[in-house]
């Protein structure tokens, strides 16, 4: 099974919106109701942000956002802040206890 | 709090084994699917593996299965990689991290995440 398609890279100015992509097919994104976003810093851990398509684990702030449509999910980022610049992991579950990450988008705040 | 510490990453040559690591704190190890997640340098995630609470299941992704090998000791509150024929393209940060859930084998999501341990596989 091929990785869930992100666009590389992202960007917004501090206190606007971005949304990023998160691209599979029937078989997992559409399939299921088990898509997760990821914020990693350069060389710390993955962070969970978003989980099971629109949930947030307590301390996210508001202002991150998930929905779904299809085949396809979206991170939404809201009024900007220069702490969101990171890179952003989208993941679904992908039937027959299998996990697939997309590739991963770069989020830059100009 | 919560806690999880990953060791054991080191430079092997292909070919090679080596032994991961995790042992985790601040809440009850035994109740939790755990799995272990790879990143190669300047690459993206990759799920590898991750064993149920009682060490009954576990699952692979395809490119390890036959080579890694996932356990646990609950009385250790530990997880364990057992890395076997090791490749250049097994060359990661090996991170160990805690399915919130249950659903779908505790592959829903990943709430608490290790620093990580570098494995470089190379000649």
């Known amino acids: 099974q091929s990785a869930l398609t992100q666009p590389p890279s992202a960007s917004g100015s501090p206190g606007q919106s971005v949304t990023i992509s998160c691209t599979g097919t029937?078989?997992?994104?559409?399939?299921?109701?088990?898509v997760s976003w990821y914020q990693q810093h350069p060389g710390k851990a993955p962070k969970l942000m978003i989980y099971?398509?629109?949930k947030r684990p307590s301390g996210v702030p508001d202002r991150f956002s998930g929905s779904k449509s299809g085949n396809t999910a979206s991170l939404t980022v809201s009024g900007l802040q220069a702490e969101d610049e990171a890179d952003y992991y989208c993941?679904?579950?992908?039937?027959?206890?299998?996990?697939?990450f997309g590739g991963g988008t770069k989020l830059t705040v100009l | 709090e919560v806690q999880l510490v990953e060791s054991g990453g080191a430079l092997v040559q292909p070919g090679g084994s080596l032994r991961l690591s995790c042992v985790a704190s601040g809440f009850t190890f035994s109740s939790y699917w755990m799995t272990w997640v790879r990143q190669a340098p300047g690459k993206g995630l990759e799920w590898v593996a991750n064993i149920k609470q009682d060490g009954s299941q576990r699952y692979y992704v395809d490119s390890v299965k036959g080579r890694f090998t996932i356990s646990r000791d609950n009385a250790q509150n530990s997880l364990y990689l057992q890395m076997n024929s090791l490749r250049v393209e097994d060359t990661a940060v090996f991170y160990c991290?805690?399915?919130?859930?249950?659903?779908?084998?505790?592959?829903?999501?990943?709430?608490?995440w290790g620093q990580g341990t570098l494995v470089t596989v190379s000649s």
């Open positions: 991290a805690r399915g919130r859930g249950s659903a779908v084998a505790g592959l829903s999501n990943f709430d608490y």
């Open positions: 029937s078989s997992d994104v559409g399939g299921y109701n088990y």
């Open positions: 993941s679904s579950y992908a039937g027959s206890n299998n996990l697939l």
């Open positions: 099971e398509v629109t």
